[in-house]
T-cell receptor, first 112, second 109 residues
Framework: DAEITQSPRHKITETGRQVTLACHQT?????MFWYRQDLGHGLRLIHY???????NKGEVSDGYSVSRSNTEDLPLTLESAASSQTSVYFC???????????FGQGTRLTVV | GIQVEQSPPDLILQEGANSTLRCNFS?????LQWFHQNPWGQLINLFY???GTKQNGRLSATTVATERYSLLYISSSQTTDSGVYFC???????????FGTGTRLKVLA
């Protein structure tokens, strides 16, 4: 079955370190997204991509970057981790057109 | 931008009871999804329902796009229904979803 997977599921890192969260989907979807979920804020969009070599900032993009070198993967990089980036991160994908979005299992990141 | 509001924010039910969750949105949409976030944090797709009514077992959903709301019905609730229910709609003209703040449901045995 096609799916979307995130890794790692849990990570603890230190302030100032670079961290990369992986997202891989096997649906061949054009659209991929990264969200963060925090108490009191719900899910907020960090970055998104509508295809290979396309990346765009979402509403909370400061301190994060993404790259899209192939259809299947959209890694999220925290350039210099900060305690404010402690959160649960979700990756999602959808196909062209107004179609259903599917979410990964989430990555719980703690920055100490 | 588009606003998405859900009600009620919290709901406690006895097992076997029925409930209705509501999602209001401030602008016209051509897509809407309902998700269940289970106690382990996973986001489970429930319905992709831009308009009309869909049913899946004990759950059903209705979206009235012209009146800018959607309803999620849970019948004969079970403890496994506990969690947070989110609706999400895309920003106009994009694929970027805006999430409501969710309804936290607890079903007691």
């Amino acid at each position: 079955d096609a799916e979307i997977t995130q890794s790692p599921r849990h990570k603890i890192t230190e302030t100032g370190r670079q961290v990369t969260l992986a997202c891989h989907q096997t649906w061949n979807h054009n659209n991929m997204f990264w969200y963060r979920q925090d108490l009191g804020h719900g899910l907020r969009l960090i970055h998104y991509s509508y295809g290979v070599q396309d990346t765009n900032k979402g509403e909370v993009s400061d301190g994060y970057s993404v790259s899209r070198s192939n259809t299947e993967d959209l890694p999220l990089t925290l350039e210099s981790a900060a305690s404010s980036q402690t959160s649960v991160y979700f990756c999602a994908s959808s196909d062209r057109g107004n179609t259903e979005a599917f979410f990964g299992q989430g990555t719980r990141l703690t920055v100490v | 931008g588009i606003q998405v509001e859900q009600s009620p924010p919290d709901l406690i039910l006895q097992e076997g009871a029925n409930s209705t969750l509501r999602c209001n949105f401030s602008d016209s949409v051509n897509n809407l999804q309902w998700f269940h976030q289970n106690p382990w944090g996973q986001l489970i797709n429930l319905f992709y329902i831009p308009s009309g009514t869909k049913q899946n077992g004990r759950l059903s959903a209705t979206t009235v796009a012209t009146e800018r709301y959607s309803l999620l019905y849970i019948s004969s609730s079970q403890t496994t229904d506990s969690g947070v229910y989110f609706c999400a709609v895309p920003r106009t003209g994009t694929y970027k979803y805006i999430f409501g703040t969710g309804t936290r449901l607890k079903v007691l045995a």
